[in-house]
């Protein structure tokens, strides 16, 4: 870090370190300065943290000569600076005002985290040569990851959508028990942010530059959106039959020849990260940290010989 | 002996597939059709995938992942809306049966909100 410009928190902890606790922890002083380190974008989200994340106290002040615990609750806004320190109390103080800007940020996360499951780029608009046009005339990308290498759906803007879908939906169903008070801000924000990134690639991957054009998609996205609520839900509740035909005519748009075990897996998939958010707490889901597993866990449970194979005449 | 059975499988899949009164051209009993009369030429490669496809679907019939992954119950009497997932349902048990006035005039309610 040679700045010119060192800050006030660094330059403290340098100027009263005794070699004892630097030798001691090297590992957990660095830490300490990332910590306490006070960047200027500051984060209204850090607040909807709990105390479960704990932190290492006594940081600059290390006259102490003992070894720091580093299993002791501390708190870790000590030293913070004056905004910092306002923003805690405003949080504290109006939290239905802040809960939407709480919720705007750890949307964002989480729908970052839906958005990559599927990702695709199109190397053709680097290069500006004409894209590859698929078969059902959609233009074609290059993606990575389960769902493009072993269930061989084509890299197309759809095919992104559908499966950002089905990730939103299932955070869809863990934000609706939120208080009624809070949850419409977070259902609204995840969209929001679905819409941004989806128009984003319509222009920068598939360069729709009309704005007119791009609005007729995004109409149509929304109808899809609030269709896929509805039949997954149904299918939710109904059994996996009809989740099945749900997943089969919105991610495999009702193809007639569809790998009945794909669809299955995804089926189990769904079901699986459902019952994992459920048991997630609020807390939890508001730090914007959900990780999706893949679906290929699921094949072993797919493929068990069902008791119905042997019961046939 | 197991290639024979095949097309009593689909047969069995397509009589307890649930039916989907809500969208009548978009059926998955059409898949299951298809496969059935293509079952009839069925080559030794693909009689390992056809049984696994129709093991998949035994096992989506059988709910076993419901089962498997079961969600919990106040995920069905969600916080926000407890009476959500049982009106959904009334709805779309409902809807086929709508009259095209009934349709016009619930759309006609729908944009207009009184709260």
Known sequence: MASKNACKVCLRALRNRSPQSIQSHPISNSRLINIYHPSTSISIRNFSRNSRFQAVPEVTSTDNQEPANPLAKGDLLKDAPTAISLAKQLRKRATGATETYVAYGSTEALFKICAQQADYDVPQVKEKVPTPISESGEELGVGEGWWYKDVYLTPTFNTWAQVTFLHMYILTVRFRLFPPDHAPSWHQHLLDHFFFEAERRMTELHGLVSGGVRARYLKDLFIQWRGILAAYDEGLVKGDAVLAAAVWRNIFKGAEDVDAVAVAMIVSYLRREVSGVAGLTDEEIASGIVEFGSPMGERNVVLMESHLMKTID | ?115
């Not at chain 2, 059988?62 to 407890?82: I, W």
Request: proline content about 9%.
């Open chain 2, 1 to 115: 002996m197991s290639r024979a059975s095949i097309p009593k499988h689909y047969s069995r899949i397509l009589q307890s597939w649930p039916k989907d009164p809500l969208r009548p051209e978009v059926s998955f009993q059409k898949v299951i059709e298809r496969r059935l009369a293509a079952a009839q030429t069925v080559s030794p490669e693909s009689e390992a995938t056809e049984l696994r496809n129709i093991n998949a679907l035994y096992s989506l019939l059988d709910n076993r992942y419901r089962k498997k992954y079961p969600a919990p119950a106040r995920l069905f009497k969600p916080t926000s809306n407890p009476a959500y997932y049982d009106d959904l349902i009334h709805e779309l048990s409902q809807a086929p049966n709508r009259s095209w006035l009934q349709r016009f005039m619930t759309k006609l309610k729908g944009t207009i909100r009184l709260s």
